[in-house]
């Protein structure tokens, strides 16, 4: 009998929509065939793994009994990504906007930059908005953030992924705040950083 903490890891790892491969069910009555492909439907509180195969079949599977591995998760298909968007003078919004590049630069209206915010997520702005004299937006720590920006998260992969529901939340009222920050703190802070001082 698998713990509930181990069963949440299950769950967590095998989300609706995870495309799986299977090598070998150990099954000597109703086996599904070595390298069938599936799609997982949901995962049980036992831990079973419930499947739609490629075939027909419908037959769950036992993470510790069944050789399978995933071949495509949900958030590699994503081809839209649920982030937070920060426009200067305007409170945050989520939106979904498209995995790639060219929506990720029409939405900063330039080239973008990545600024780690924590090891799930990141915030992408315009990589020339200081430079642009692009409104300013935020602080970020002891930065200044000059144009639209948004909040993705960050799996460690190439691409960046959805936020979860808990990051919307902290990032919202992170970002909640409408800052008055003159155009003038925005070229010191600037300067600050390409002269050091």
Not at 5 to 26: A, C, F, P, Q, W
Request: hydrophobic share 35%; glycine share 10%.
């Amino acid at each position: 009998m698998l713990k509930d903490k181990e069963v949440k890891k299950i769950k967590e790892m095998y989300s609706k929509g995870t495309r799986i491969r299977l090598n070998h069910m150990d099954d000597p009555y109703h086996p599904v065939a070595d390298g069938t492909l599936g799609t997982v439907e949901h995962v049980d509180d036992a831990g079973q793994i419930h499947m739609k195969w490629d075939d027909g079949g419908g037959l769950a599977l036992v993470p510790d009994e069944d050789d399978f591995e995933i071949i495509e998760t949900v958030q590699s298909k994503e081809n839209k990504i649920r982030v937070i968007v920060v426009e200067a003078g305007k409170l945050p919004v989520i939106q979904y906007i498209g995995n790639d590049l060219k929506s990720m630069q029409s939405i900063v209206g330039g080239y973008i930059e990545e600024i780690n915010l924590d090891d799930s997520a990141v915030l992408v702005c315009n990589e020339e908005g200081k430079i642009q004299g692009l409104e300013a937006n935020r602080r970020v720590g002891n930065d200044v953030i000059a144009g639209t920006f948004f909040i993705a998260g960050d799996d460690g992969s190439e691409d960046l992924i959805s936020l979860t529901d808990e990051q919307i939340g902290h990032y919202t009222e992170c970002f909640q705040e409408i800052e008055e920050i003159s155009q003038e703190e925005v070229q010191n802070n600037f300067s600050y950083r390409i002269y050091g001082g």
